[in-house]
């Protein structure tokens, strides 16, 4: 215990409660009008997340990736009795009551899917056709299910784990070729067959918002002038017009960037990127050299910058709503568990060569 706490990476450790507190605080602001304490909750599903990963730090990094697959396996049990008998909220059948608690299943996927991709990527040289194919099948019965519910961001941010593998391993061009050519019929057969009426209408609408105003476009539209409004500094805390008034929808989940640029403006945006900026820095300044844990901190670090990049641009216009929360920020006791544990099992990764453990 001793020797984990001495070689621990309290610098990433203290950025990130950083965040985690600027994300308490807008809640707070985001929600002030609601007749339930977010805020209270989140500082709640907080303090659990760090009990959880401080637990989760303390085990062995081999006795990690040998019960990945058995996790990976309760987890698809759980999405597909969470599909058949799961609580409906916004349409999507994306919880699992359990007692007094709910909780969103898919949103663990992600850490067993990263230790059992990190572990494959580290015993082969490239990613050729068969390579390919057994990625694919890792990843596909989960976003299969998760599409099913349905729930497209996080289907689609599960997609990023195919995509980091991709970028650090070698690909052999037809591989390339083949997955151009699946992503371009794919889109066409989602657009056709699974994507909801009310999610092409996000789509479309993301690419003429004004157009669709009072529909699909409003959210675009409403969180573009949160962020407008704010100026350089912003309209001050619980004072922005667009969250108090409640023109803005979800301003407490996937929308709490507009909220910190309307009340705190644009410096307030600039010093919650300043945070992430560290955290992303100090994340990839592991030395690991192409090892299962080497891996498994690039995917799921990749993972969680991609999720970042798309809540933003989705913030401000860029990028269509698929409900897609920041990390660490929005409202969500699943997601900060998931993500905290992920950032426990790395914590432990960089700590193992201090230790002289794998």
């Avoid at 997955?179 to 690419?207: A, E, N």
């Avoid at 901190?297 to 929360?325: D, E, S």
């Amino acid at each position: 215990m001793s020797d984990l706490l001495r070689f621990f990476d309290k610098t990433t450790a203290i950025v990130l409660l950083l965040i985690c507190l600027v994300g308490i605080l807008l809640i707070a602001s985001a929600s002030s009008s609601a007749s339930t304490a977010y805020h209270l909750r989140q500082a709640v599903f907080l303090v659990v997340a760090l009990a959880g990963g401080f637990m989760v730090m303390r085990t062995k990094t081999d006795t990690v990736f040998r019960l990945a697959l058995p996790a990976y396996v309760v987890l698809m049990v759980l999405l597909i009795i969470q599909l058949l008998a799961g609580r409906v909220v916004a349409g999507t059948r994306s919880w699992l009551p359990l007692g007094v608690i709910s909780i969103q299943v898919s949103e663990f996927v992600k850490i067993p899917l990263a230790l059992i991709m990190a572990r494959y990527l580290a015993r082969i040289q490239e990613i050729g056709y068969r390579e390919f194919l057994r990625l694919g099948a890792m990843l596909g019965l989960p976003v299969v299910l998760i599409v099913l519910q349905p729930d497209m961001g996080v289907a689609f941010m599960l997609c990023s784990l195919l995509l980091g593998a991709l970028i650090l391993k070698r690909v052999r061009l037809h591989v390339i070729l083949t997955l151009i050519l699946l992503i371009s019929v794919g889109s066409v057969m989602v657009w056709h067959t699974v994507l909801k009426p009310y999610q092409k209408s996000r789509v479309i609408s993301f690419l003429n918002p004004e157009k669709f105003s009072q529909s699909s476009g409003y959210q675009i539209i409403q969180s573009r002038i949160a962020v407008g409004s704010g100026g350089l500094a912003g309209k001050g805390f619980m004072r922005g017009s667009q969250s108090q008034f409640e023109f803005l929808p979800t301003r407490h989940t996937d929308f709490i960037v507009s909220v910190l640029g309307e009340e705190f403006g644009f410096l307030g945006i600039s010093l919650l990127l300043l945070l992430y900026f560290l955290f992303f820095t100090r994340q990839l300044r592991y030395r690991g050299t192409g090892d299962a844990q080497f891996y498994f901190v690039y995917l799921f670090t990749g993972l969680i910058l991609f999720q970042f990049l798309v809540n933003v641009l989705m913030a401000i216009g860029y990028f269509p709503v698929l409900g897609i929360p920041l990390p660490f920020v929005s409202y969500g006791g699943s997601s900060l568990l998931s993500f905290m544990i992920g950032e426990a099992l790395i914590f432990r990764m960089k700590i193992n060569p201090y230790l002289h453990e794998r």
